[in-house]
């Protein structure tokens, strides 16, 4: 496993700097510093042309203006929590609402806008980029002193793993996904309209009007949300159904079923041949597709087309602190958290 690194920007005096790993097949995973974001993933098509998948930009300066999360480490929460609010051993907190009256994202200055310390190490069938961050207590409004790692692994069979590890001193919260967004055309100008999607999820998570979730899970079956048969993703572009017109597309919570060695989300391009096929301990994966042209940009500045990505964020369902059923995102100072989501690359025959 090939490993290199070079200078990727700089910010607030400090260099940010981007690795790359690559396999003995050519397929190359890149990730920087700032955020321990993803900036690209190369892998062949049905042709062996090797192209990236991944929403990126070419610049530092774009991901600090636009911050469309494009594979960023996003925390301490994913997701959104109700007007910022929850309590918390009888403590109750308060913190910012950067997404209208919502927090979102572990606020305007999340995991994502960090700068992270990493280390490499590379077996022969493995190479590592191991992202550390130290987020002190009472940062962007969290109790506790949290230590995060997160592990890029490449294997030489073309899968990017991601391993999460987390640590406090006081009991807080920690749900986090990376954003990665897909186009497996290896275009980012071409719409994922076609892209094939499959979950194994037969409810997800009906959103209010300001996307906190209504804390009802409804069955995906005989709707555009029904992805338990592979189908296309544009259903759910061009549907009437109330909660794809609300967010013109999907931008949803869906529930998992693990059912033995099968991976819970596989989505696929015919055209190129390509597939990744997702699989996670995690509770959910939030299906967000680049539904508007709210801000992002192409590398020449040009606002993205819609639909122009779809990210797969395996995650626990948002706003779980305040909602009774929606799973575990409390971590306390004698727990490590663990979680491991992994990506396979590979072409359709
Ligand atoms: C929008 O509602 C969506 C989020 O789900 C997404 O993560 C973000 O854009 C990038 O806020």
Known sequence: MDISVKDFGELSGQIVQEYTLTNRYGVSLSAMTYGAAITSIRVPDKNGLIENIVLGYDTLDEYVSYRPYYGATVGRVAGRIDKGKFTLEGKNYQLETNDKTNHSHGGNYGLDTKIWTVKTESTENEGHLIFTYKSLHGENGYPGNLSVQVTYTLTESSEWKISYQATTDKTTLFNPTNHVYFNLSGDPTKAINQHVLALTSEYFAELKEDYIPTGILLP??????????ADAVNKGFESTHPQNQLVSGYDHPFVLEHIDEKPE??????????????????????I??????????????????????????????????????????????????????????????
């Open 265 to 286: 989300a596989v989505l696929s391009d015919t055209i190129s041949g390509r597939r990744v096929q997702m699989t996670t301990d995690r509770d959910a994966v939030v």
């Open 220 to 229: 995906v079956k005989e709707t555009p949300f029904d992805f338990m048969t």
């Open 288 to 349: 967000f597709a680049v539904n508007t042209l709210d801000g992002r940009h192409d590398n020449e500045g040009n606002a993205e087309e819609s639909y122009a990505g779809i990210a797969l964020e395996a995650q626990n369902l948002p706003n779980a602190i305040n909602q009774k059923g929606f799973g575990k995102v409390i971590l306390h100072p004698n727990e490590t958290f663990h979680s491991e989501t992994t990506y396979r690359f590979d072409t359709m025959l």
